[in-house]
């Protein structure tokens, strides 16, 4: 089982940017779809982005549709969530996943296996 591990988190001000990373180790994370997803306490788990690893196809939740940008980088065996135009709600831990189905693209909790611990993005003034 993929060990993936998020970065990237913190507080930004309202309008800011922050880039998550989602790296792995002991595995090569072109060979996982791979999601994000965020949770805020006492709220259910949200799906933010996926990307598949067959054919790189990204969806989107629509409230972030045109703000987030999901991207793998080969090279550096890390998937990337470039986070534009950040508001309040936007506040959340957000999670990397990933699952051994090549062509999933899906933003459905249930369909990724492994997990990591979260990093906290706060977008307040």
């Known amino acids: 089982q993929v060990h993936v591990v998020e970065s990237g988190g913190g507080l930004v001000q309202p309008g800011g940017s922050l880039r998550l990373s989602c790296t792995a180790s002991?595995?090569?994370?072109?060979?996982?779809?791979i999601g994000w997803f965020r949770q805020a306490p006492g709220k259910e788990r949200e799906g933010v982005s996926c990307?598949?690893?067959?054919?790189?196809?990204?969806v989107y939740l629509d409230s972030v549709e045109g703000r987030f940008t999901i991207s793998r980088d080969r090279t550096k065996n890390t998937v990337f969530l470039q986070m534009n135009s950040l508001k309040p709600e936007d506040t959340d831990v957000y999670y990397c996943?990933?699952?051994?189905?090549?062509?999933?693209?899906?933003?459905?909790?249930?369909?990724?296996?492994?997990w990591g611990q979260g990093t906290q993005v706060t977008v307040s003034s």
């Open positions: 990307i598949s690893a067959v054919d790189g196809g990204t």
């Open positions: 996943a990933a699952s051994t189905l090549r062509e999933l693209r899906s933003l459905a909790a249930s369909r990724y296996s492994s």
């Open positions: 002991g595995a090569v994370l072109r060979d996982y779809s």
